[in-house]
């Protein structure tokens, strides 16, 4: 695998860092501390294993000082020529590997572990933290992923599958003894299999004891049982004796009381059809004189042409009124125009024609003689005159013109109000408004009356109908007579007197009170024989669970020694195959170890667990611990050993290296020489380094400056 981007937003302390990678050697180089180079490592690693739908705390970590937004990461890697993208959003909780170009797509937590674990040769991140990826101050700790690695390098041996391994068996073993033996040196809440049927075994020897005691006790039962039924049988045939009798006469008491209520109902709704009809024949006489009316059958053409004669008279009184203040107003003008004579000849056109001529003579003849003037300015004031008083009579005159036309137009209405009038009282064929009127008394009068007589009808018909009453009273008229047909001889011959049936009453309360306590003897009885469980054949039964579970028990306690005698085997087994993974895990640290220490130390050994290390050393000519080496020594050691781990574990897979800066220790000689290795290692493995230092500018293919801006 060759990491070719990464993208982190919101990641810790940087807002947005987005750098690209290159196969071979890449160095990512900070100029200060805090540069983020570590936070980039982990980016990396949260990149390619952490879920975003976990709920762990740690990923509240990853938030940005000061932002509302969880994270998102973007990584792009290659596998085989084949481009993948990995986008994760922590705040949306979504995943989503994806080939590019490609069609497939894997968007779920459980697809893309999967795929990832195919692409990169593990899911695991303990596994990978504790091989392929080395911190600076974790050289020495891959402790961690102990467990992984031991089941990683057992499955290169036997060529099984991480399911299959050794340890899987034997922890299933752990498991099913641990379950097995639960609760059986203490007391526990969930006791284990042995310990549940071992505490089943005495229980059930206890409800054997039981049984045995409480066989006596149903036999008794069944013999009070016979004792109290035989009793029971004489209360209750007295019992129905009085019952029945009694039974008789409320039944007989029932049919007498609703044979009453019957003949009640039958008269009340035969009343109501006599009154009824009474009533209909009122509404008959009432719509017969109606009839009798010509021109008033129809109430509602009636009462329009009430109110249109009411209304005609209406306007015959407004118009006759405006008329009479019309002719006022005419005979006022008319008046007025004949009052002043000088006045009506001044208006005329003799008058006005004859002060035009004085005018222009006037005003012709001062050209002759200047004394003639005073007739032309009498002339002209006559004219003036004559048109203020033409003025005057002729607004008069048009006065009483109008006058003359609005009263022409009120007569001609009242003709039409008159024809109006004749045409509505020919419609309720009457002659005049008087006989109308008459007429419509009498109408309202007769409607009055079918009104009232029709709301009692309908007040007494309710929402029935008189065939529905009708049909009532035959119904139970029908009624009467069954009720009658049930009251037969045999219940009237059973009457007995009130004091005799509280007399009986009493005695059947006093017989049901004894038949109870009988019933309840009887009860017990059948209870008690119903528990039967306490009987001879439960008896055996019980005993027969008992063998059962006992050997049951046994059973147990054998498959327990089998699970216990297969762990032991098996560990002894893998104890045995995981001797020969050791052998090559020890040359390829040897290997390793040998060129960056320059061939100062070329035996390394690996003991019986894989993590298990031992170095020769020529000064002591003994072996040591790695841990009791110098600083260097122990660094370049453990770098050997996650090397050649990365090689046995991922084999044809090769996962990039990440190594954050873990050569501190190491001297200028055997760190030009571990760069020499790793430089070889470059062209089968990416090779990503982060440090503060130039020190590996010489054998980088590509170099990433961060900066604190």
Not at 424 to 445: H, P, T, Y
Request: charged share 30%; net charge negative.
């Amino acid at each position: 695998m060759q990491l070719t981007r990464i993208r982190l937003d919101n990641f810790k302390k940087f807002k947005l860092l987005d750098h690209e990678f290159k196969p071979g050697i890449n160095v990512i180089r900070g100029n200060l501390n805090e540069t983020g180079k570590s936070t980039l490592l982990e980016g990396i690693k949260v990149a390619l294993f952490d879920n975003p739908r976990s709920s762990k705390k740690e990923m509240d970590s990853y938030l940005t000082w000061g932002s509302n937004n969880k994270s998102k990461t973007l990584i792009e890697f290659k596998v085989e020529e084949r481009q993948y993208q990995l986008e994760k959003d922590f705040d949306a909780k979504t995943i989503r590997l994806t080939e590019v170009p490609g069609s497939n797509e894997w968007n779920t937590p459980k697809e893309v572990e999967s795929r990832i674990s195919q692409l990169l040769g593990t899911s695991s991140p303990d596994l990978f933290l504790s091989t392929a990826c080395i911190r600076q101050d974790e050289v020495r700790s891959i402790s961690s992923g102990e467990r992984e690695i031991s089941d990683n390098l057992e499955g290169i041996v036997t060529g099984g599958t991480e399911q299959a391994v050794a340890s899987k068996v034997i922890d299933s073993l752990s498991k099913q003894v641990s379950r097995m033996t639960r609760g059986m040196e203490r007391l526990v809440r969930s006791p284990g299999d042995i310990a549940r049927l071992s505490q089943e075994v005495d229980k059930q020897a206890t409800d054997l004891e039981q049984i045995k005691v409480e066989v006596f006790e149903v036999e008794s039962q069944k013999i009070t049982f016979v004792e109290s039924q035989q009793k029971l049988n004489n209360i209750e045939d007295k019992l129905s004796q009085t019952e029945a009798l009694l039974e008789k006469n409320k039944r007989r008491q029932e049919i007498e009381k609703i044979l009453k209520d019957l003949e009640s109902d039958f008269d009340t709704i035969d009343k109501l059809i006599s009154e009824i009809k009474s009533l209909e024949e009122e509404v008959a006489k009432a719509r017969e004189g109606l009839s009798e009316m010509d021109g008033f059958t129809e109430s509602n053409q009636v009462v329009e042409i009430s109110k249109g004669l009411l209304q005609l008279e209406v306007e015959r009184k407004k118009i006759n009124e405006d008329l009479a203040g019309v002719k006022r107003e005419m005979k006022t003008a008319t008046i007025q125009l004949k009052k002043s004579p000088i006045q009506e000849w001044l208006a005329s056109k003799a008058s006005l024609i004859l002060g035009i001529a004085f005018s222009v003579l006037g005003l012709t003849g001062i050209l002759i003689h200047p004394g003639i003037m005073a007739i032309g300015i009498t002339g002209l004031i006559y004219v003036i005159a004559a048109l203020i008083a033409r003025n005057s009579v002729n607004r008069l005159q048009g006065q009483v013109s109008n006058l003359h036309d609005r009263s022409t137009q009120m007569e001609n209405a009242l003709t039409a109000i008159d024809e109006r009038e004749i045409s509505c009282l020919s419609q309720a064929k009457c002659d005049n408004v008087g006989e109308f009127r008459k007429k419509e008394s009498k109408s309202n009068e007769l409607l009055t009356r079918k009104t009232e007589v029709e709301n009692q009808l309908l007040g007494k018909l309710g929402s029935q109908t008189v065939e529905q009453l009708v049909q009532q009273r035959q119904t139970l008229a029908r009624a009467l007579a069954e009720e009658r047909t049930k009251l037969t001889d045999d219940l009237k011959n059973t009457k007995i007197s009130p004091e005799e049936y509280v007399r009986l009453e009493r005695e059947a309360k006093d017989l049901r009170s004894e038949k109870e306590t009988l019933q309840g003897s009887k009860l017990e009885c059948e209870v008690g024989i119903r528990k039967a469980k306490y009987s001879i054949e439960d008896q055996v039964r019980q005993e027969e669970i008992l063998d059962l579970s006992k050997n049951n028990l046994k059973r147990l306690n054998r498959r327990l020694k089998v699970y216990q005698l297969a762990q032991g085997f098996i560990s002894s087994a893998r104890e045995n195959t995981l001797t020969s993974v050791t052998n090559r895990l020890q040359k390829e640290i040897q290997g390793y170890f040998e060129k960056f220490t320059r061939g100062k130390y070329n035996r390394v050994s690996v003991g019986d667990k894989p993590l298990d290390f031992w170095v020769f050393s020529e000064e002591k000519d003994d072996w040591a611990r790695p841990e009791e080496f110098s600083g260097g020594v122990i660094d370049e050691f453990y770098l050997a050993s996650r090397l050649a781990l990365v090689r046995l574990i991922f084999g044809e897979i090769k996962p990039p290296l990440l190594l954050d800066d873990p050569f501190t220790n190491f001297d200028e000689p055997r760190l030009a020489e571990t760069l020499k290795s790793l430089k070889e290692l470059s062209g089968e493995h990416q090779i990503i380094i982060f440090t503060l230092r130039n020190d590996y500018d010489s054998v980088a293919d590509h170099l990433i400056e961060l900066t604190t801006e």
